[in-house]
């Protein structure tokens, strides 16, 4: 049992000069039952991963590609709401470097100055009811080549520009001790603890949005997110949650 707001430690960190994906790597640690507490790190991914078969663009030395096992006994029931967290812990993390203008975007991206600086990928394994096991997936930009940054299909921003001179490693560390105790905690804490934060980092807060589902679309007016981390629309004047993994939310 460590103090309290004491920083668990981490299991064992490797860091590559180039893998295929770094959530690659620690999801087969986890599914070959060990990897709990395993951070990985790599200078470039030559195939980094986001949501839905998207692709993360990490050439050679572009920022910080980094993933974290985690084992929770317990099922993925508790996790709802996990990734929004994991974005108050990024958050918070480049407070200490005081990088201006930091929001998040739900479910899953910290933006800069209305661009995409960082992104968050959850992905699972385990049976999920027991016991479910979680890789945190961090992609964050700090001097991006303007070559990978074309096939970029959004507005994009690294720290080169907004905040240059940011020690990586320190940055790393920042990012790490935030994110263990947050993981450490979530079974017992939940999405309740974050949301607060969370929402006064809210991008869209009271903006005209859309979120667009495989099937279907729907826009109105965001009003944050419930307890569980579910965005909260306005539509018409009837409040509607969606879940992260349904749909996509762009600026109307
Ligand atoms: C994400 O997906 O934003 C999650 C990204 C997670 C990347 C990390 S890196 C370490 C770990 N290992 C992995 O393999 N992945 C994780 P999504 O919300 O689907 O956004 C993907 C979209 O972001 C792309 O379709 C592009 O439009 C945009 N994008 C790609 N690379 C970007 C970059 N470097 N900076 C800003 N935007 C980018």
Known sequence: QLASGAVPLLRELQIFD???????????????????????????????????GRTWESPFGAGISLSIGWQFSGGVQLLEGLSLAVGVALARALAKFDVPDVRLKWPNDVWCRGRKLAGVLLELSGDLTDRCAVVVGIGLNMRLPRAAAESIGQPWIDLAEVRPGISRNSLVAAMLDELLPMLAGYPDDGFGRWRDEWLALDQFAGAQVCLQSAQQRWCGIERGVDGSGALLLDVDGTLKAFHGGEVSLRPA
């Open 18 to 52: 180039q893998v295929d994906s770094t959530n690659a790597r620690v999801l087969a640690g986890l599914e070959s039952g060990i990897g709990h507490g395993q951070v990985v790190l790599a200078e470039q991914q030559t195939a980094g991963r986001g949501r839905r």
